[in-house]
Structures are given as C-alpha cells and as structure tokens.
Nanobody, 127 residues
Framework: QVQLGESGGGLAQAGGSLRLSCAAS????????MGWFRQAPGKEREFVTA????????YYADSVKGRFTISRDNAKNTMYLQMDSLNPEDTAVYYC????????????????????WGQGTQVTVSS
C-alpha cells in the first residue's frame, strides 16, 4: 500500500507562486502515475495535472496549462507542483493522488482511477 503526504500550501497574492510537495511512502514501486486534484468551496473536486511515474509524461487541465508545472523526483519518491501566475480562482484544497493500475491518456484525469489520496493542503490566493 502507498501512503501520501502533502506539504507547501498557504497564502499567496494574485500573480504569485507556491510550490506543493507530495511525498510517497510504502509500496512506491507499484505507482504508475500520480496526480493533483483540487476542490474549491462549494464545487466538485477537479483534475489539475498528472505525471506518469516512470516515463515522466505529463497531463494538464486547460485551466492551469502554462501556469502550473508538475514534476517528480523518483529517488525521493516525491512529486511537486509549481504554481505560478496564481489567481483567486486557484483557491482550493489541493490533493495529491497515486494510481497503481496501468492508465491510458483519458483516465489520467479521472479520480476513480487513483487508489490512494493525501489529506489535502489548502491554497488561498488573494486578489
């Protein structure tokens, strides 16, 4: 089983940056992909970005493309989310997730394909 722990959330001003981290432990060799999802107040959780753990292929929601960058450090079993040009619409609880099943492109954004979730970290962007 894989365990996840996020860190790095906080408060930023519009136009600013934040970096989130997600450390994986346990059976990390079984991870196929990891992703970030977010849930704003009163809204459903939505896909942000994902990365295939071994190939490094990345996938982004249109709303964050060009502003957010996902990366991973396999040696440290850690995934990162660099968020630049933040705007108030990015305010949400951000969750990292891990998938241990092989995935295809259209499943990377589907939260049902992810087995394990972190506890979430709050990101607040002020205008």
């Amino acid at each position: 089983q894989v365990q996840l722990g996020e860190s790095g959330g906080g408060l930023a001003q519009a136009g600013g940056s934040l970096r989130l981290s997600c450390a994986a432990s346990g059976r990390t060799a079984s991870v196929y992909a990891m992703g970030w999802f977010r849930q704003a107040p009163g809204k459903e959780r939505e896909f942000v970005t994902a990365i295939e753990w071994y190939s490094g292929s990345t996938y982004y929601a249109d709303s964050v493309k060009g502003r957010f960058t996902i990366s991973r450090d396999n040696a440290k079993n850690t995934m990162y989310l660099q968020m630049d040009s933040l705007n108030p619409e990015d305010t949400a609880v951000y969750y990292c997730a891990a998938a241990t099943r092989p995935m295809v492109v259209y499943t990377m954004s589907r939260e049902g394909w992810y087995d394990t979730w972190g506890q979430g970290t709050q990101v607040t962007v002020s205008s």
